[in-house]
């Protein structure tokens, strides 16, 4: 008698585990769909002689079906030059995440917001902050003795405070803590604790793929290691991290440990650095990961999926070289001098920075 709802639940079971794999495999192809790929749209270095080279950062990155651009770089026009060169249409994008708050990743946004007014842009919350942000008006302190007329909003201000953003009308959703933004997709939130970008928030791009996390990272101010060390606790395989590390003025024993710590300790797969990692880092880095470094210049194109990455241009080819070398010399010395004036006012050296 027992045997009927046994085998009856045991059905039940196979078909809920049947449409479970149907789901997973659906998720699995979405990831690894054809077309899946990164596509460097800003940098000062790069080979495709239709691109303008200027330092900054932008990158469009298509995978699981989303159409997702990273950051929109330092000048709009250049940015726009960029876009058309690849063939890009802005107006198709399924949202845009803004890394941080520096001029060199958003100086193209107006142009995006040209082309898709009411696409959803994710950008790091702040209080104050250019991407909007709201705070409760508790946040200061009231004196109920004085008179209404020297109070703010004459002592009876709005429970939350709405502040504008510099793009208004754009549809800026603020992230302040690792969220997922579409099925695997995720968008790190971290803050640097670096001397001269304290408090500067900044997000990185998580896409958990079949093949492990691929990771987009803009300048890396709250350190690249960090910043993989959260991803890691979303999938502990690292795939592949591209973008900026921010080590381009770092010394050698520095960028030596960050290169071996990627490595070494977070074991990840594929690195494809551009825009702030600095020559020496590009050399440390390709020493370290062999094959497994990826050029990454302004219009190269980096196919996702671990078939798919073999097209790829790996590391036996220099980093950088010839007017790929100049140009990049030439756009980090300018961004050195900034920070040689920045660290001057602040009365700190380029080794006090560091550490």
């Known amino acids: 008698m027992k045997l ?22 659906t998720q699995t192809s979405q990831m690894e769909k054809p077309g899946s790929q990164i596509t460097v749209i800003y940098d000062a270095f790069g080979k495709d002689p239709t691109m303008k080279k200027d330092w900054g950062y932008a990158a469009l990155v298509e995978v699981g079906g989303k159409r997702i651009l990273f950051d929109t770089g330092n000048d709009a026009e250049t940015f726009n030059q960029n876009v058309e060169a690849k063939g890009i249409d802005l107006g198709k994008l399924d949202f845009v ?25 994710y950008g790091p919350k702040e209080n104050f902050g250019i991407y909007g942000a709201s705070l409760p008006s508790s946040f200061y302190r009231k004196n109920e003795a004085l008179p209404a ?15 504008g953003a510099a793009w208004p009308g754009a549809n800026f959703e603020p992230i302040d803590k690792t969220t997922e933004v579409a099925p695997g997709i995720w968008l ?18 998580a896409i958990d793929t079949p093949d492990g996390i691929v990771l987009v990272v803009g300048c ?12 890691s606790k979303i999938n ?19 960028v030596a440990k960050v290169a071996a710590s990627l490595h070494d300790t977070y ?14 880092t590009f050399a440390a880095l390709r020493q370290a990961f062999g094959n497994h470094y990826l050029y990454a210049g302004l219009g190269t194109v980096l196919p996702l999926g671990a078939g798919a990455m073999k097209q790829a241009e790996r590391g036996e080819a220099a980093a950088l070289a010839g007017d790929d070398l100049a140009i990049y010399q030439k756009f980090s010395e300018i961004s050195h001098d900034a920070q040689d004036i920045r660290l001057a006012q602040a009365g700190l050296t380029h080794d006090e920075e560091t550490h």
């Open 220 to 231: 890396s101010h709250p350190g690249i290691e960090n910043i993989v060390q959260a991803a």
């Open 4 to 25: 009927i709802p046994t085998l009856c639940l045991s059905a039940a079971f196979l078909g809920s585990a049947l449409l479970a794999g149907c789901a997973s495999t």
């Open 236 to 254: 502990k395989k690292i795939h592949l991290i591209a973008g900026g590390f921010h080590l381009v003025v770092a010394p050698d024993d520095a």
């Open 188 to 205: 790190i939130a971290l803050v640097s604790d670096a001397t001269g970008t304290k408090e500067l928030k900044e997000l990185s791009l």
């Open 267 to 280: 074991q990840v797969e594929n690195i494809a650095p551009g825009h702030c990692t600095g020559e020496p």
């Open 149 to 163: 007329e020297m109070r703010y909003y004459d002592g009876k201000p709005p429970e939350i405070m709405k502040f």
């Open 97 to 121: 995440v803004m890394s941080h708050r520096h001029g060199d990743h958003m100086a193209g946004l107006g142009q995006v917001l040209a082309a898709n007014p009411k696409v959803r842009i």
